[in-house]
């Protein structure tokens, strides 16, 4: 990969980041919202990664959700979005947030964990 296009897409996941910080800084909701940069699927054994898991230990079933925004430079076709085994209610939300943008499309499914239904 070139450098300037790697260059990009860091570039479009920091600025992602501050703008999805902007639209939540008036929040006041009863849940919490902690935004986390991580670069896993590069490189799985990042020192901070590591910290943040180790920090964070016995504490992933207080997470209601997660998401992972990937590839925000991406423009040459339609986005997927998944909801990854959400339970229903979650499920819903997301499909109806997304599904009238034309440009963004349900995942494949495929047998995951355990066997269950995922959406890719």
């Known amino acids: 990969m070139s450098t300037l296009r790697v260059i990009g897409r860091v570039t479009a996941g920091f600025v992602t ?3 999805t910080a902007e639209l939540l800084a008036g929040y006041s909701g009863r849940l919490g919202i902690e935004m986390v940069a991580m670069n896993g699927e590069d490189y799985y054994c990042n020192p901070g990664e590591q910290l943040y898991l180790r920090m964070n230990a016995g504490k992933f079933d207080e997470i209601l959700l997660g998401i992972n925004l990937d590839d925000l430079a991406y423009h040459k076709g339609k986005i997927a979005y998944s909801s990854y085994n959400c ?6 939300t997301i499909h109806q947030a997304f599904a009238s943008t034309c440009s963004r499309q349900l ?8 066997g269950r239904k995922v959406h890719l």
Do not use: N, T, V
Request: aromatic share 0%.
């Open 87 to 92: 339970p229903a209610d979650i499920g819903r």
């Open 107 to 114: 995942g494949h499914q495929h047998e995951g964990l355990a």
């Open 17 to 19: 980041l501050l703008l």
